[in-house]
């Protein structure tokens, strides 16, 4: 089996009650099977102890165990702020407290860590709707790598193609590579990542998999690069611009709300860009523009952002062969953080701070990425708005 994991993953530490957002708070948290069979025998056994040994330590935790885990739905209870019913006023779990780590369930012991799973290959990120890890991220300045290790173990999954999943590694690994290729502006790196999925689904849907290494081979020359360079300099209008960006950012609104907080900042966001009376999307766009290149290390954030998103999501294709929609949510989610980031900008009149970038970051992955549903919609947005131009 092998195991992948970015450079960064040592480097987390769960900041735990210093936290600025838990994760135990704000979501549904499923217990697995294992787990609740656990939280039986931890009854069972505090049960023993009160009626062998009276003790009033056991009876107060069996009984936070009874009222505070929902035992016909499998999940922590919550309180009315939506906390977890176990997390005590100082922002630490009771349970981790009153039975040690081994009493995690499986999502609380895992978290922030998130697995990929393809037969024989295990692909393990540390997910940025944690505050800590987003922090880690932005912060990061030096190209991320990523790192393997063979461990025993063997697997067969049925109805897995590995022809496709070893082209889909090997265009990964060329797409990683402009990504991070500095020489080029991050437009350029951006359109040369999309339009190689997009010359790759063209060959997958007509069955030639052979001619996906030929795309992947075109893209490491300059040819390929001339091309996006010459289609860059084709102008939109403001007109066209603006109504894309209103266009893309409006499909947010259509995603499953997790948290109400979300709904308030599309708005806010949405007035300040795309319908505000007194600067135009462009003006807002071009001295952001301007206000970046002096004050931020954006195409640093927005690489390290596209490879993010690159590497879990572009392998995902071997499961439904969309290469193509999978590059283009992985360019939508991140322009979409950036017209976050411009829209607050805007509100603190033309000033941003790398936390609030952080901020804004991890909000958005916990709405976006921790909903299986959201991925899918948006995913299926994703091929109708591009066909649409
Ligand atoms: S969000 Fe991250 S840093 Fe915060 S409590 Fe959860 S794992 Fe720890």
Not at 119 to 148: D, H, N, Q, W
Not at 341 to 361: P, S
Request: proline content about 2%.
């Amino acid at each position: 089996m092998l195991y992948t994991i970015p450079d960064y993953y040592k480097e987390f530490r769960c900041t735990a009650d210093k936290c600025e957002d838990t994760c135990c708070a704000g979501w549904q948290i499923v217990i697995d099977e294992k787990s609740l069979v656990n939280y039986r025998k931890i009854c069972r056994k505090l049960l023993v102890s009160i009626v062998k040994e009276s003790d009033k330590n056991s009876f107060s935790k069996l009984w936070k165990m009874f009222t505070l885990v929902n035992w016909s739905e499998g999940t922590f209870r919550q309180d009315m702020e939506k906390r977890c019913a176990f997390l005590n006023e100082h922002n630490l779990c009771d349970l981790y407290i009153a039975h040690g780590e081994k009493s995690l369930c499986k999502t609380c012991k895992q978290y922030p860590r998130h697995v990929e799973e393809f037969e024989g290959v295990r692909e393990i990120t540390l997910s940025i709707s944690c505050p800590e890890v987003a922090r880690i991220l932005m912060e990061r300045k030096t190209p991320v790598t990523f790192l393997s290790q063979e461990k025993e173990g063997e697997e067969e999954y049925e109805d897995f193609d590995p022809f496709l999943f070893s082209i889909l590694e090997d265009a990964r690994k060329e797409m990683l590579i402009i990504l991070q290729n500095r020489n080029l502006s991050i437009r350029e790196r951006t359109l040369l990542v999309l339009a190689m999925a997009h010359d790759m689904q063209v060959r997958i849907n007509r069955q030639d998999m052979f001619a996906c290494f030929q795309v992947i081979e075109k893209y490491c020359g300059d040819k390929a690069l001339r091309f996006i360079q010459k289609y860059l300099q084709k102008k939109e209008t403001e007109k066209q611009r603006v109504s894309l960006a209103k266009e893309m950012f409006e499909k947010l609104y259509e995603l499953e709300l997790l948290r109400e907080e979300w709904n308030v900042l599309l708005q806010e966001t949405e007035a300040l860009l795309y319908v505000n009376e007194k600067v135009s999307y462009e003006e807002i766009q071009k001295e952001f523009a301007k206000w970046e290149s002096e004050n931020s290390d954006i195409e640093i954030h927005l690489e390290q952002l596209l490879v993010y998103f690159l590497f879990i999501y572009f392998p995902g294709a071997v499961y439904d062969g969309e290469v193509y929609a999978k590059a283009q949510m992985v360019v939508y989610c991140v322009w979409m953080i950036h017209e976050f980031w411009m829209a607050r900008w805007l509100k603190n009149e033309k000033n941003l701070e790398l936390e609030e970038m952080t901020e804004l970051l991890y909000r958005f992955s916990r709405e976006v990425e921790h909903s299986d549903e959201n991925l899918k919609r948006l995913e299926k947005m994703m091929g109708f708005l591009w066909l649409k131009r």
